[in-house]
């Protein structure tokens, strides 16, 4: 199975919403992950099974979609989700697909 | 508080072999699968290899580029995960993190990682 996401970089300034794609070459049912990637730091798992916010991460952070296509939305973007943020199908595993990355940057 | 704490990593040429361990703590290990993942500089995660519990017979299961070059295995008496490398390639350089797999609700996720450790393989 492979993963795409779009777009491949985004630039958005403190305040604003982000959404960010991903969708998945066959279907996957709600087996998508989201985790949040900084440099130097391990991946932060952020949304488990497409929707369900993991513990401890702010609720400004949401995700929704099933079979193919998935979405990840950041309302209210705070400095600190500035990073590159993939996907995960874990349907289909192994192996356990990543998508390639949306890298989200300061405006 | 759960743990995962990755080390082993460092130079080697190509060619060469290298293994990495994945101590754990606060949490039950032998119920849990491990996994390897890695990130070259600049680049996304690429998931490596994993390893399933006695429960369900240590399966394990490899990317296509590491397939009969990586070994993964592990000593639930003392915690640990071991990711050995062998005729390592310089396509092979990456942080290699551990990650557990956990089943929630009917999914699964990879909820904690350890911190990283640095492979580099070169001349």
């Known amino acids: 199975i492979q993963m795409t996401q779009s777009p491949s970089s985004l630039s958005a300034s403190v305040g604003d919403r982000v959404t960010i794609t991903c969708r998945a070459s066959q279907n996957i049912n709600t087996f998508l992950n989201w985790y949040q990637l900084k440099s130097g730091k391990p991946p932060k798992l952020l949304i488990y099974g497409a929707s369900n916010l993991q513990s401890g991460v702010p609720s400004r952070f949401s995700g929704s979609g099933s079979g193919t296509d998935f979405t990840l939305t950041i309302t209210r973007l705070q400095p600190e989700d500035f990073a590159t943020y993939l996907c995960q199908q874990t349907y289909s595993a192994p192996p356990f697909t990543f998508g390639p990355g949306t890298n989200v940057e300061i405006k | 508080e759960v743990q995962l704490v990755e080390s082993g990593g460092g130079l080697v040429q190509p060619g060469g072999s290298l293994k990495l361990s994945c101590a754990a703590s606060?949490?039950?290990?032998?119920?849990?699968?491990i996994h390897w993942v890695r990130q070259a500089s600049g680049k996304g995660l690429e998931w490596v290899a994993r390893i399933r519990s006695k429960a369900d017979s240590y399966g394990t299961a490899y990317s296509a580029s590491v397939k009969g070059r990586f070994t993964i295995s592990r000593d639930d008496s003392e915690t640990t995960a071991h990711l050995q490398m062998n005729s390592v390639k310089i396509e092979d350089t990456a942080v290699y993190f551990c990650?557990?797999?956990?089943?929630?609700?009917?999914?699964?996720?990879?909820?904690?990682w350890g911190q990283g450790t640095l492979v580099t393989v070169s001349p």
């Open positions: 990650a557990r797999l956990r089943w929630v609700g009917g999914t699964n996720c990879f909820d904690y």
């Open positions: 606060g949490f039950d290990f032998s119920a849990s699968a």
